[in-house]
């Protein structure tokens, strides 16, 4: 298993610019997130799924969009990049079922974006 | 979610046990122990959890006391490869919010 795969690994865009960050999971995991990460910071979740056709904002969803139109994929769009949207993106999922398994969450390596 | 205390940092020698503590007084009966880590630039690594009773992985066991209060990650060997941010995280299993890294401990492994 490949596990979480993220592209690109690295991006500069210039302010009003737009961009998709792709996602991908191998593992038929139901849940699939988006995080972003600040320099020193936690993670701040951005978009979640449940599954195919189902998403939900999560703390700071503002300038983002998502789609899962299949359970293996949950792109990011960015539409007018920003230079406060600067951050390193990670993408993750999980099995979602009981017994503490839907934070039981395996992370891709991550999207640093440059917004200049 | 109920705060954790962990040392800010611990060093272990290459091919030693690495014990990690973390301490989580307010710990409510259907919160579980998660632990993670991360390796300098990056993503976060899921390493083991559990509500009651001690867990062993391929990774790592985790010992939760008997009254929940507390909890020791152990990696049984530690690499160079396991020098990390270590995340002792205690939450409800729910997938509508955040992870939350605490400060953590940075383990570093010593030749």
């Known amino acids: 298993n490949a596990g979480v795969t993220q592209t690109p690994k690295f991006r500069i865009l210039k302010i009003g610019q737009s961009m998709t960050l792709q996602c991908t999971q191998d593992?038929?995991?139901?849940?699939m997130y988006w995080y972003r990460q600040d320099p020193g910071m936690g993670l701040k979740l951005i978009y979640y799924?449940?599954?195919?056709?189902?998403?939900d904002k999560g703390e700071v969803p503002n300038g983002y969009n998502v789609s899962r139109s299949t359970t293996e994929d949950f792109p990011l769009r960015l539409e007018l990049a920003a230079p406060s949207q600067t951050s390193v993106y990670f993408c993750?999922?999980?099995?979602?079922?009981?017994?503490?398994?839907?934070?039981?969450?395996?992370f891709g390596p991550g999207t640093r974006l440059l917004v200049l | 979610d109920a705060k954790t205390t962990q040392p800010p940092s611990m060093d272990c020698a290459e091919g030693r046990a690495a014990n990690l503590p973390c301490n989580h007084s307010?710990?409510?009966?259907?919160?579980?122990v998660y632990w993670y880590r991360q390796i300098h630039s990056q993503g976060p690594q899921y390493i083991i959890h559990?509500?009651?009773n001690n867990e062993t992985n391929e990774m790592a066991s985790l010992i939760i006391t008997e009254d929940r209060k507390s909890s020791t990650l152990i990696l049984p060997h530690a690499t160079l490869r396991d020098t990390a941010v270590y995340y002792c995280?205690?939450?409800?299993?729910?997938?509508?919010?955040?992870?939350?890294f605490g400060s953590g401990t940075r383990l570093q492994v010593q030749p």
């Open positions: 995280i205690v939450m409800v299993d729910t997938g509508r919010r955040a992870l939350t």
């Open positions: 993750a999922s999980s099995y979602g079922g009981a017994g503490g398994l839907r934070k039981t969450q395996y």
């Open positions: 593992m038929n995991h139901n849940y």
């Open positions: 307010t710990i409510s009966g259907n919160e579980y």
């Open positions: 559990g509500l009651k």
């Open positions: 799924s449940v599954g195919a056709g189902i998403t």
